[in-house]
Every structure is written in C-alpha cells, then in structure tokens.
C-alpha cells in the first residue's frame, strides 16, 4: 500500500495560477500558444503519490533531479531515476509516485494552449515514446526557477508574458538540449518591481498604501499610477493577490486552520480572510485544500 503525506515536503515550492489568470493567458496574443497553469518543485518528496482515473485537464511534465520514482501511463509502468524528463498528456488515466526509500526531488509544471498538443505530440516523437534522459543542466533549472520567481511575484502583463515565453525555452531545452541556448538573465528592477520586492517582505502585516508610496520615495497618486499602469492592477490588489499566493502555500503544505492562516497573513478576520481568497481564486480555501490540484 502506497503511504501518502499530506503536509508537503520540506522546501517545497508549488504556485497554482488563478482561474481568471489562466483565462488572461489563454486570451492573450503574447501567451495563448502556450501557458503554465500550475509549477512547482518538490525536494526529497517522500509519499508522493497521485492518482488520477480520468487524467489532468493540462499536459504534465515531471523532471526529476535526484532519486527516484514511478509513472505509469496507458497501463505502462516506468521507472523514473536521476535525469529523466516525463509527460503525461492531458485527459489521460495516469499515477505516479516517490520511491519509499529514494524519494525523488523532481521540478514540475502544468501547461495549455492552442500549442500544447502539437509540442507535447512532438516531444513524444523525438523522444520515441513519454520519457527521455536529459544530462544535467545548471541553465535549465536555472531557467525553471526564473520563470518560477516571475511568477511567484504575482500577475503583471509583463511577467506573465516573459514567463511563458522563457517556459518556451525550457520545453525547447528538453526536446533538444544540444541545440538551444538558454538565458538566466533578469528583468531590470524598476519602481513597480521595488513595490512587490516590499509587498512580498510584509505579506505577514496590513500595510497601506501610504506605506507603499513611502517605501518607493512617491506621492500615493504618483506611486498608485505608476503601478497600475504597470501590472493592471491597483497596489492593494496585487497586495492581495500576493498575500492569496502564500496562502495557497499555507493550504496545499500545511495542516494550519483557516483562522491560523489568516493570522499568518496579518488579517484578524477570517471571514474577511475567506471572501478574498474566493475572489481571487474563484473556490473557497476550503474547497481548494480538498481540491488539491497540483501533482
């Protein structure tokens, strides 16, 4: 019998991409080829185990670092080691799980789009079949986890569009890691960047708009257009769409009640807590711990 953990594993990193956000990327000129829906990577994830009879609405793909694990796909069972690189289409019966005893550290990610089929059906006939062996490669996770950090800084247009498009690039690193340079350069820090870089340092407190202008050496007016000219969003929304993201965190790796989290957050009120999770993620905290949507 297979042992599963619920509490997550240590060091773990997962972000599942809001309803109306992957509805933005499916829309937009820039991104509707190809999007992330959900990304994560999970160190020594000892218990992990999913199952699903009738598939993923996304295709997966399971790029496993260190130890080792199982895949079983169309009834077929692989053995997952060290470097090998996995996808399971979408819509299809599939289960995976850690080894016991060497329980794999793998990065993963979730991904539509009017592309999605064809690249996955490519990969799947360069490879000769759902599983390949990629050599180790410090652009590559290191290309993951840029895309991993734009993301994880929330939903301007612009991250999500440079995201997706590097995640172009990590797909390409794996279908042909011989041929495709990869680039681990960063976006230039600006005023807007600066404001999330302060968000993201007091998601445990309210914090005003006042505060944020303060921080960035600007008139509330000045700083308030500025950043919604830049992410599409007003400073205290995107605040809360950060402070939704840590508790997603909070939700899918923790066994902390709803009250807890909500304390975590610097918010006193859970209901209050509530209705603005339901609102950015469209399911309340409870239905999307019961849920449970990442692999």
Not at 83 to 99: T, V
Not at 242 to 254: E, G, P, S
Not at 269 to 278: C, I, L
Request: charged residues 20%; contains cysteine; hydrophobic residues 35%.
């Amino acid at each position: 019998m297979i042992r599963k953990k619920k509490e997550g594993f240590q060091g773990q990193r997962a972000i599942v991409l809001p309803r109306n956000i992957q509805q933005l990327c499916a829309r937009n000129i820039t991104t509707q080829q190809l999007y992330i829906t959900d990304i994560g990577y999970y160190p020594k994830a000892k218990f992990h185990h999913r199952k699903r009879e009738q598939g993923a609405d996304e295709h997966i793909l399971i790029y496993c670092q260190e130890g080792k694990g199982r895949i079983t796909l169309k009834k077929k069972t692989y053995s997952i080691e060290p470097g090998d690189c996995f996808l399971l289409p979408r819509n299809q019966s599939h289960e995976y799980a850690a080894d016991e005893l060497e329980p794999w550290t793998i990065y993963w990610a979730h991904f539509l789009g009017e592309s999605s089929d064809g690249l996955l059906n490519n990969a799947v006939k360069v490879w000769k079949g759902h599983k390949t062996f990629l050599p180790f490669s410090k652009e590559r996770t290191q290309l993951f986890d840029l895309i991993y950090s734009l993301l994880e800084r929330g939903y301007r247009q612009e991250h999500l569009a440079f995201a997706n498009m590097n995640f172009w690039s990590f797909l390409s690193s794996c279908w042909y890691p011989d041929l495709v340079p990869v680039s681990n350069k960063k976006p230039d820090a600006d005023i807007v960047d600066t404001a999330i870089n302060y968000m993201n340092q007091h998601l445990d407190k309210l914090i005003t708009l006042q505060q944020m202008a303060i921080a960035v050496n600007l008139s509330q007016s000045h700083f308030s257009f500025l950043f919604k000219n830049g992410t599409g969003y007003s400073p205290i929304e995107y605040f809360n769409h950060l402070k939704v993201q840590q508790a997603c965190q909070y939700l899918l790796f923790t066994t902390l009640r709803i009250k807890e989290i909500a304390i975590q957050l610097g918010i006193s009120d859970p209901y209050y807590f509530s209705r603005m999770f339901t609102k950015v993620m469209g399911i309340s905290p409870n239905q999307y711990r019961d849920k449970r949507i990442t692999p």
